[in-house]
């Protein structure tokens, strides 16, 4: 699913007025009412406490709407408008008025802090104050009313952005936003709502499909892509009957060191669950009793070394290179790492100490073959690119470096992004209980395994951190977060691949 900037949307929405002729009024009770119905099948009428804060621009009309749906079904609702200028939008305007006449009652003016409502703990907030036109830090008494429904404990839920959080870029570590339990956001999700500065303020997001123009939203260039199944789905090779293990690749993984070997024997095991036809690994000769014992579906060649990588050399001409898991980063390493780089003409994923060669010596990144997938964590990036400003700059510096040095770079965490140098994709599948020691190499094998499988690397990047992160869900339903192991991750991708295939309406 594309994500759109706040231009784009209000273009999107100029156009789809245009298109089909209706008025903003019109756009807005349409967006407005998906909103209310979402309320409504959850609360089915019940009796509580809803108190709405609208704004005075659209995202305040919306609100409006939504009050006054909700006044018609008989819940309870009071309508609260915080004032913060006399800039009061047209569609604002419309719906105040249709408000004020259809519930036969005058919204509660708040213009200062003597008029902060009290909210309990089991009210529920509708936060309908500023969807994507924030412009500027919301400041002093309307920042105190932000913190004021954050401080109530009482369920919010926002309307097309939490209040406070601007669509494009990163607010001030003090700046007020509102922390959102749940945010129903119009036709494309926002980007500040999967970086890891400001994913905390949406909440569960849920995106509501308001009919905006599609053959603009089909043409335009999104800010990244959202890749849930639906689109992970579109990128899977079914195979063909009359195959054998050679037509799904050889994938070679090098690396671990004494002590390390659990790192490549996850790897290796990864890519032969993602589908390598065939698996060797490369280690240090103390995790041959190991590797055998625990993997006997791979080949083993060792180091002439016991602990460390120092001479990477086998008559194998994999399909891919899966490299650096558990492999330190002694001087003999990277000297086997630099021969590796320049003899190899295979696609290669760098993953580890594999990345922390490359930071501590730069002159590698030449070396690496085009269109190599690096797979760092958010330290690991750092070391690799350097520091940055904020989640925004860090994205600029990382299409600078995929740019300079044509690679494609996975900055794995909560939503991992896929960088390709063109585009930016994001996954959306995964959960905390990944957080665990391994999982990183678990990845690193199942993207090595789909390379060897003739996927484009840009494509197995995409795929495989979706799969990673589907099978990780589908180990949380089993085990919950605490006692998922990595290797776990690994055993599940099987029911990943079925339930990427699987049609939900059916079952
Ligand atoms: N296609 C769609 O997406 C659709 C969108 N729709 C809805 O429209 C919403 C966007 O509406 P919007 O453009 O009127 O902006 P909104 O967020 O209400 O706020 C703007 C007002 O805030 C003001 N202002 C800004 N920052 C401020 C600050 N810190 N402190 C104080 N004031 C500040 C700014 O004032 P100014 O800068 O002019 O002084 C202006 O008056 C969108 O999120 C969605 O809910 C749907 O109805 C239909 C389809
Ligand atoms: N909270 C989370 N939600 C979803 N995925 C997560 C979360 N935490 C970690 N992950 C995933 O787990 C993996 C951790 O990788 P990494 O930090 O390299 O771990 P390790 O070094 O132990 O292998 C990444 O793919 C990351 O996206
Ligand atoms: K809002």
Not at 181 to 199: A, C, D, G, H, S
Not at 291 to 309: H, K, R, S, Y
Request: charged share 25%; net charge negative.
């Amino acid at each position: 699913m594309k994500i759109l900037s706040a231009k784009q949307l209000k273009e999107a929405d100029e156009i789809t007025m245009e298109t089909e002729g209706i008025s903003s009024t019109r756009l807005m009770e349409r967006a407005a009412s998906l909103v209310f119905n979402e309320i409504h099948e959850r609360l089915e009428g019940a009796d509580i406490n809803i108190k709405i804060f609208c704004g005075i621009g659209n995202n305040g009309g919306d609100g409006l709407v939504v009050a006054r749906l909700l006044h018609k079904y008989g819940y309870k609702v009071e309508v609260y408008v915080v004032n913060y200028s006399d800039k009061r939008s047209d569609d604002f305007l419309v719906n105040y008025d249709r408000y004020k006449k259809e519930s036969n009652s005058w919204p509660e003016l708040v213009k200062r802090k003597e008029d902060f409502p009290e909210i309990s703990p089991g009210d529920f907030v509708v936060d309908a104050i500023f969807g994507i036109g924030l412009n500027r830090p919301a400041e002093g008494w309307l920042a105190e009313l932000l913190r004021h429904i954050n401080q109530s404990g009482a369920f919010c839920l926002a309307v097309d952005m939490p209040s406070g959080l601007f669509p494009d870029k990163v607010p001030t570590e003090d700046a007020a936003v509102i922390k959102a339990n749940y945010t129903l956001t119009f036709q494309t999700p926002k980007i500040v709502f999967y970086l890891p500065e400001t994913m905390g303020f949406a909440g569960e997001v849920q995106i509501l499909d308001i009919g905006l123009d599609r053959s603009f939203l089909k043409d335009v260039k999104p800010l990244a892509q959202l890749i849930g199944k639906r689109e992970a789905r579109q990128l899977y090779k079914p195979r063909n009957k009359n195959t054998h293990k050679g037509d799904y690749g050889h994938c070679l993984v090098v690396g671990g060191s004494f002590g390390k070997i659990g790192s490549i024997s996850l790897s290796a095991r990864a890519s032969l669950r993602a589908g390598a036809g065939l698996c060797s690994i490369f280690s240090p000769s103390c995790g041959y009793t190991i590797l055998q014992t625990t993997l006997p579906e791979a080949m083993v060649i060792t180091d002439e070394d016991a602990n460390e990588l120092t001479n990477i050399e086998t008559d194998l001409d994999p399909d891919v290179i899966c490299f650096g898991m558990g492999a330190g980063r002694s001087a003999n390493t990277v000297k086997a790492f630099k021969t590796l780089l320049e003899q190899t003409k295979s696609s290669m994923l760098i993953d580890a100490d594999g990345l922390n060669m490359l930071s501590e010596n730069k002159e590698l990144l030449a070396l690496l073959p085009k269109n190599s997938v690096l797979t760092p964590h958010p330290k690991e990036l750092k070391r690799l690119i350097g520091g940055w400003e904020d989640d925004f700059d860090k994205m600029k510096k990382i299409e600078t470096f995929t740019k300079k040095y044509k690679v494609i770079l996975v900055l794995k965490g909560a939503h991992s992004f896929v960088f390709s140098g063109k585009h930016i994709y994001i996954n959306n599948s995964g959960n905390p209980g990944m957080a665990t020691a391994g999982s990183g190499d678990v990845l690193s094998g199942i993207i090595a395994g789909l390379m060897s499988q003739k996927y484009e690397p840009l494509v197995a990047a995409i795929l495989g951190v979706y799969l990673h992160g589907l099978s990780g869900d589908i180990c949380a339903e089993k085990l919950g977060c605490e006692a998922m192991l990595s290797g776990d991750i690994s055993d599940e991708l099987g029911a990943a691949f079925l339930a990427l295939m699987k049609d939900e309406k059916r079952g």
